[in-house]
């Protein structure tokens, strides 16, 4: 049966969408946005050779890898980086290459994007030939996003300019040198566009794709090359097309055909349209490809490839793991042949077909979501009989630092701790994310403490976006990895996970995790470990599926689930009570929320703390208080009676954005607090604390907002005697001295991201654990490992 590409033709494949990372916080009813490293991001096929970029590591700078045939196999022939790599210089983002000639963009957060051009003769190496960027870098955002390349012409996508209403560049080669001809923006432009979110160039034919054009409905721009010169030539989009459709996020040239994606068409199931140029230069819609079996947020067409007479389409969300359509097309431009491409082995998440390449009878499948997003790439080939094969399978090695063990490394006065800034505080050891059970792809979240009653060994319980680590830290500068308990079978990765102890048991959720429940871990089987293994859970709760953080108040006996999603008794996000007075055997005993609390007004609770209360208010002295850190306001309540807990105040305070975490003084009187959100969105300068005195639970007055040393997000801090202890990501962990209550001093910190500038971002460090009596503290860092510290005691002499 022949299918014609026109109105009618409705073709019988699959579809998905793959998005990338946001933030590193969750919100009730998100999903994990996990932190991707880049690999297979961009894609290019040549002679004989697939080149792959890695633009997004972060402790190793951008690597383009070649990759070529050894028999029958693909194996990597050379890595090429930027002449002045450096760690996350963003480079590899964007590819072109035809021929000799490759074009490669760097795109570094807060830095101009450049395009570096490499050439080469037959199968020599690839050597840098030059770079070029803007003449005027202000109003060029995001310059390399997108590239494309014809003959001497190079366009480069800046998607982000002038507010997101995006900008093209167009560069000329004479001989070696690639000049800037001209900045294209459409006559009537508007913020928001996304103009140069994808490209197609052909000879004098560029098309320009616009997504966000008309409320993100989507729009193409045709340019086109008369007298040297690249000038406006008209515009088109698909008929009957909605807002939030997306058309124009991707875009292909296929001969006379011009291939658009709306991977956002017919309630999210995802389209791709064609067009044919006539004679007079109009380009007329001739149908669409969708999918028959498409469902909601499909997104088929998020990305096209095309060769000769085959069009391939990715759907990186079709069946949860993707999959990446083939068509055979004949030139009157029917349809004659269709199916569906798989990768052996994929898992849900994995992206298979969020990036394409094709060239002849290869073809890269880009897999961006695989090994919790630090991607792989899947290469087929077409065999005799005209099937396409998987041939091989690539990824590129675990990003790590080197561990740090057997000595003490002391802050130095020049402030530093062998690469790690720092001020008072002692770097006792360091252990990558790979020693501690991790694998490619692998970060770390949240940490907690145990110390065995027993023998007095301290241990670290460190989260892992794929379950949790138990390390032996009695000896701070030589910590022993234990072992590993995964997570809960069928559920997925998590970028976050949550663990608290009590009576000896580790109490350990995750957010968006599906039917994760409340693993329960005696902690006392890592008494008699020796060599590291791998651990099953004691117990699982399963009244609850996912939960943001788990809260224990080890004088009652109660945990307490907060921010509670994908099914259960999620008590409408806030407080969900467990009776573990009885460690392996957790009841439900009841829930609580506040409802004029939360973004969604059901009283959802990001993070709590819950005391049997013993500070200056006597009217509530003795009885079980939690306080609860609501997305909207602090929340005070009275959880005494599980049957019948009571709303005790709430209160908000100045520029809220989104109250995160906070922590009771041991005298119960202060209460220190921080907003993830404010910092991000510029409604303060500087990393912001929150004071509440809380003399009057009916009443809690906020009494001073102290302003850190730096712009960094604030995430968990706990309190300690006289200290605060802050994981600020970027900023590392900061101490803060109390002993004036109100007036907090930075007194101590170490940063545990070896590089760049401490802004408002989601990364380095995500928590702490200052309660060992020994004085260790152990502190998480996210995509860096455990670090075991100290804080330099005023009687250090050097």
């Not at 792959?52 to 700078?61: A, D, F, H, I, M």
């Not at 939030?244 to 999210?268: C, I, Q, W």
């Not at 919790?372 to 899947?378: C, H, N, P, T």
């Not at 693993?519 to 939960?547: C, G």
Request: charged share 20%.
């Amino acid at each position: 049966m022949r299918m014609g590409v026109h109105a009618a033709a409705f073709l019988a494949l699959g579809a998905a969408l793959f998005t990338g990372p946001a933030s590193a916080q969750t919100r009730a009813g998100a999903g994990p946005e996990p932190r991707m490293a880049g690999f297979g991001r961009a894609l290019a096929v040549g002679d004989g050779m697939v080149l792959v970029g890695e633009s997004r590591n972060n402790l190793r700078p951008g690597i383009l890898y070649q990759y070529g045939r050894s028999g029958s196999d693909w194996v990597e022939q050379a890595q090429v980086k930027a002449p002045d790599a450096a760690n996350s210089d963003g480079f590899a983002a964007a590819l072109a290459l035809e021929g000799g000639t490759l074009l490669v963009s760097q795109v570094a957060r807060g830095t101009p994007g450049v395009v570096h051009a490499f050439a080469r003769e037959g199968t020599a190496p690839w050597r840098h030939a030059g770079r070029f960027a803007p003449t005027d870098s202000a109003g060029a955002e995001g310059f390399g996003a997108t590239l494309a390349l014809s003959g001497d012409w190079a366009v480069v996508g800046a998607p982000l300019a002038g507010e997101r209403a995006g900008a093209v560049y167009v560069f000329q080669r004479s001989g070696a040198t690639w000049s800037q001809r001209a900045r294209l923006a459409p006559a009537d432009g508007q913020q928001g566009d996304a103009f140069g979110s994808s490209l197609a160039l052909n000879g004098s034919q560029l098309l320009v794709g616009a997504p966000g054009r008309s409320q993100r409905a989507g729009n193409v721009y045709v340019f086109g090359l008369q007298a040297g010169s690249w000038t406006e030539a008209g515009q088109f989009a698909a008929r009957g097309l909605q807002p939030n459709e997306s058309f124009g996020s991707s875009l292909s040239l296929a001969g006379d055909m011009a291939l658009v994606g709306a991977p956002f068409a017919g309630g999210g199931s995802g389209a791709v349209f064609g067009f044919r140029r006539n004679e007079q230069g109009e380009w007329t819609e001739l149908g669409r490809l969708v999918a028959f079996d498409g469902s909601r947020q499909d997104g088929f067409g998020v990305t096209i490839a095309s060769s000769g007479n085959e069009i391939w389409v990715g759907s990186p969300r079709s069946d949860g793991a993707g999959v990446a359509h083939v068509f055979e097309r004949d030139p009157p431009g029917g349809i004659v042949r269709a199916s569906k491409v798989r990768a052996t082995d994929a898992s849900s998440g994995d992206g298979f077909g969020a990036s394409l390449a094709l060239r002849g009878n290869v073809a890269a499948v880009g897999m961006t979501g695989a090994d919790d997003g630090a991607g792989r790439v899947v290469i087929f080939e077409k065999d005799a009989s005209g099937a396409w094969r998987e041939r091989a399978k690539v990824e590129s090695e675990a990003e790590s630092l080197p561990a740090i063990t057997g000595n003490e490394i002391r802050c130095s006065e020049q402030g530093k701790a062998d690469i790690f800034d720092c001020g008072s505080v002692e770097l006792l050891s360091f252990l990558p994310i790979k020693d501690i059970g991790g694998g490619r792809g692998t970060n770390l979240n949240d940490i907690w403490g145990w110390t065995d009653p027993v023998s007095k060994k301290e241990y670290a319980l460190v989260g892992r976006t794929d379950g949790t680590s138990f390390v032996d830290i009695t000896d701070p500068v030589n910590p022993k990895y234990l072992g590993d308990l995964p997570k809960t079978e069928g559920s997925p990765s998590a970028s976050w996970r949550d663990i608290k102890v009590y009576d000896n048991h580790a109490y350990v959720v995750a957010d968006a995790s599906g039917q994760h429940g409340i693993q329960v871990f005696d902690l006392t089987r890592l008494r008699n470990v020796t060599a590291p293994q791998k651990f099953t859970m004691d117990a699982h709760y399963t009244r609850i599926h996912s939960a943001h953080n788990i809260v224990i108040n080890e004088e009652s006996g109660f945990a307490y689930a907060v921010g509670s999603s994908s099914g259960g008794e999620t008590c409408g996000g806030g407080l969900h009570m467990v009776d573990i007075r009885e460690p392996k055997n957790p009841k439900f005993a009841g829930c609580f929320a506040d409802p004029q609390t939360g973004n969604a007004s059901t009283g959802y609770s990001h993070d709590a703390q819950c005391v049997m209360y013993k500070g200056p208010d006597e009217q509530y002295r003795g009885r079980e208080i939690c306080l609860g850190s609501n997305e909207t306001a602090l929340s005070v309540a009275d959880v005494t009676d599980k049957q019948n807990p009571k709303a005790i105040s709430r209160a908000s305070y100045p520029n809220v954005a989104y109250t995160h975490q906070g922590w009771l003084t041991d005298d119960h009187h202060y209460f220190y607090m921080n907003d993830e959100g404010d910092e991000a969105n510029g409604s303060v300068p500087r990393t912001r604390t929150l004071i509440w005195d809380l003399a009057d639970l009916d009443d809690p007055q906020l009494v001073g907002e102290y302003l850190g040393e730096t712009a960094a997000i604030d995430h968990n801090l706990y309190v300690k005697g006289d200290f605060v202890y802050e994981s600020n990501y970027l900023a590392g962990l900061r101490i803060l001295d109390i002993t004036n209550r109100e007036k907090p001093v930075e007194v101590g910190f170490i940063d545990t991201l070896p590089f760049g500038e401490n802004v408002p971002s989601f990364a380095g460090t995500w928590s702490n654990y200052p309660y060992f009596e020994s004085g260790t503290i152990v502190v998480s860092s996210i995509g860096e490992g455990l670090f075991v510290v100290k804080k330099r005691s005023p009687s250090t002499v050097f």
